[in-house]
């Protein structure tokens, strides 16, 4: 038999990644894609998707409570991508953050609940545990975020987590650490760093450029949803990552060299506000299921730029929108 998986904010990166995904994996599963098409919410990549058998766009937003409770009652499977979630664009004007991430989150987990839904995915991230000087952080590491963007995906946690508790509601929580691949959103580092450089522009770096991140390619997230989707145990929570840290200055060095540029196109800029020095998560709970990463960044950031190289048809439209 067939599923329905809902999934929101699958005009987005992540979440347009994971619909492929599903549709790829299992090719008799439906797909209901809601999303409000904000900014990061691309109606180019719907039109992509709506190529696909098996897919169908609502627009909407998650704190619509009418048109959440009539799309829940159909699904099997809810899985959450729909957020605010660019760190930067949550200091200018957090108040968007909070109402999408923890208000829409409240929406959706409740109106699943109600329904009976068997499987929700809380997709949230590995920023809600804060900077990890030293070590990976477990699952059971305090919250300590540092943005309203972070302390958004961590309220939406708790709600998410307390429907675990206080309903025995069969919720799963999520914490990836950074993702690339295509269909990206220009405005995140790699994305910006390489349409940027193709077009011969400089790439800023925030201080010294020696925050470190942990990368993972998108595919290895989606497949890591997907397996929970299936095995994961209710009311836990799961990290998700590569274990493969780099610095950000290290980084743009790579995606220098790919696109033969040189050191002189770095621009260092002020460091923002609360940026976390680094991000580590403990995955071990997550491969104890039998999923691990099938990519390493140097096998897949050379296919990254290069969808960025032929897909200008994509990006251009967007990154000339925000000028």
Not at 156 to 181: E, F, K, M, W
Not at 227 to 250: F, H, K, M, R
Not at 272 to 279: E, F, I, L, S, V
């Amino acid at each position: 038999m067939s599923r329905t998986y809902l999934v929101t904010g699958g005009a987005g990166f992540i979440g347009s990644n994971f619909v492929r995904y599903v549709l790829a994996t299992e090719p008799d599963a439906q797909v209901v894609n809601l999303d409000a098409l904000t900014y990061a919410g691309v109606r180019a990549t719907v039109d992509e998707l709506d190529l696909l058998g098996g897919h169908t766009f609502v627009h909407g937003d998650i704190r619509d409570l009418q048109l959440v409770d009539r799309l829940v009652a159909d699904a099997d499977v809810v899985v959450n991508f729909a957020a605010e979630s660019h760190v930067d664009r949550s200091i200018d004007g957090p108040s968007v953050f909070l109402e999408t991430n923890v208000v829409g989150s409240g929406v959706l987990i409740d109106a699943a609940r109600r329904h009976g839904v068997p499987r929700f995915i809380q997709v949230s991230t590995d920023e809600v545990y804060g900077s990890i000087a030293e070590g990976f952080a477990s699952e059971t590491a305090v919250l300590d975020p540092s943005s309203p963007y972070s302390a958004s995906k961590a309220g939406a946690d708790l709600v998410v987590q307390s429907y675990a508790v206080t309903y025995d509601y069969p919720a799963i929580i999520t914490r990836c650490t950074n993702n690339y691949g295509p269909y990206q959103f220009p405005e995140k580092m790699i994305p910006l760093f390489v349409t940027n450089l193709l077009e011969g522009k400089p790439v800023p770096v925030y201080g010294d450029g020696l925050n470190e991140r942990d990368w993972l390619y998108v595919e290895d997230h989606c497949s890591a949803i997907y397996l929970l989707a299936q095995e994961g145990t209710p009311g836990e929570i799961y990290n998700i990552g590569a274990n493969a840290q780099v610095s950000n200055l290290d980084l743009t060095r790579r995606l220098l060299e790919a696109t033969g540029r040189d050191d002189s196109f770095i621009n260092f800029v002020a460091d923002r506000p609360g940026h976390d020095r680094r991000y580590a998560v403990d995955s071990s709970k997550l491969r104890s299921l039998g999923w691990a990463p099938a990519h390493t960044l140097e096998q897949r950031l050379s296919d990254t730029i290069a969808f960025y190289r032929d897909r200008q048809d994509w990006w251009g439209p967007l990154k000339a929108a925000q000028t």
